[in-house]
């Protein structure tokens, strides 16, 4: 009886294992993303997160030179941040930076538009030559198109100053310097960078106006409607999420300028075109409170979120996808 079991048990035929569910194959190929991200993740942990992750940190403490050497800190709380917005000079330069942001926005979106505009009236040869230059102008690394603005303006050699000395309608401009005045030292900061930024504006602003239908332009000319009119009721209706969008991108850029400013100013004369970028650069390297400099970049961005929110809020009750 025994044996005949075993003889049983020997030539049965293991049983199929079960059949995984489809709540199993599902989780399996979920996973399959995570794994192929998890090295751009890895990277982007390391040079971004975690830098951040330090600023924050940072800006709790009393980090400064003599941390750089010793290692030592303090941990300070919010009261680093409150001895930041009883600063003066920090409520100043935040002043300064929304002033200049919504000139400089201004200028490149404004600009911006009427290229954009101009771009729709040209034939196919001159349409690619204004389209190429602006790609080039735009493709520029905006330190080096700032060093080349700032020889423009130098003093004694300076083709803008030989120009404005041809004209005469200034008087001898041949040893102007513009960095000396704070108006100048803006007026030339904002063409610079009107210019780096109308390129982008243009170019965006002209790809959905040639998609502006149009069957609606001709029915406002029917009604009588001028160019002026059919610009302002057919096109800037159809460019509007477009335009919101590139303000906002306008706002984040001219916002966190530091390049431009620095190298034709250095926010001089005084603190005279020193922005908040340049107020934080100055306080975190120059006199190397560190800690002091991270709060300042904590509050800016915060400051920033707050500002973009409101236009991607306005954006999103549009009714248009991002």
């Not at 041809?166 to 040893?175: L, S």
């Not at 009107?194 to 390129?199: D, E, F, L, N, Y």
């Not at 991270?294 to 400051?303: F, R, Y």
């Amino acid at each position: 009886m025994s044996t005949e079991l075993r003889d049983d048990a020997a030539g049965a035929v293991p049983a199929a294992p079960p059949e995984p569910t489809p709540g199993t194959r599902r989780r399996r190929r979920n996973l399959a993303p995570l794994w192929l991200l998890s090295p751009a993740g890895l990277v982007l942990a390391v040079v971004t997160l975690a830098p951040i992750g330090f600023l924050l940190f940072t800006a709790f403490t009393d980090y400064n030179q003599r941390t750089l050497f010793t290692g030592r800190y303090s941990y300070v709380g919010f009261d680093q941040f409150a001895e930041l917005l009883a600063d003066s000079a920090f409520w100043m330069s935040l002043l300064r930076t929304v002033l200049f942001t919504a000139a400089m926005v201004a200028g490149s979106v404004l600009i911006g538009m009427g290229v954009s505009h101009l771009l729709t009236r040209l034939g196919p040869g001159w349409r690619y030559t204004v389209t190429v230059v602006l790609i080039v102008a735009w493709a520029m690394p905006n330190v080096a198109s700032s060093l080349v603005w700032n020889w423009l303006f130098q003093p004694g050699y300076g083709v803008v100053n030989w120009v404005l000395d041809q004209v005469g309608v200034f008087g001898d401009t041949t040893d102007l310097n513009w960095a000396q005045d704070p108006a100048r030292a803006y007026a030339a900061i904002l063409l610079l960078i009107v210019w780096q930024a109308v390129p982008f504006i243009a170019l965006t602003l002209n790809a959905a106006e040639t998609q502006v239908p149009p069957e609606y332009k001709e029915a406002a000319r029917l009604d009588g409607a001028s160019e002026l009119a059919v610009y302002r009721i057919v096109t800037l209706n159809h460019l509007r999420p477009i335009l919101l969008l590139v303000t906002i991108l306008s706002v984040i850029w001219d916002y966190n300028v530091f390049n431009q400013i620095w190298l034709i100013s250095r926010g001089g004369p005084g603190d005279a075109t020193s922005t908040l970028g340049v107020f934080t650069y100055k306080t975190a390297f120059v006199g190397f409170h560190l800690g002091q400099g991270a709060a300042i970049s904590v509050v800016t961005t915060l400051l920033l979120l707050v500002l973009t929110a409101f236009y991607i809020r306005r954006l999103l009750q549009s009714g248009e996808d991002l």
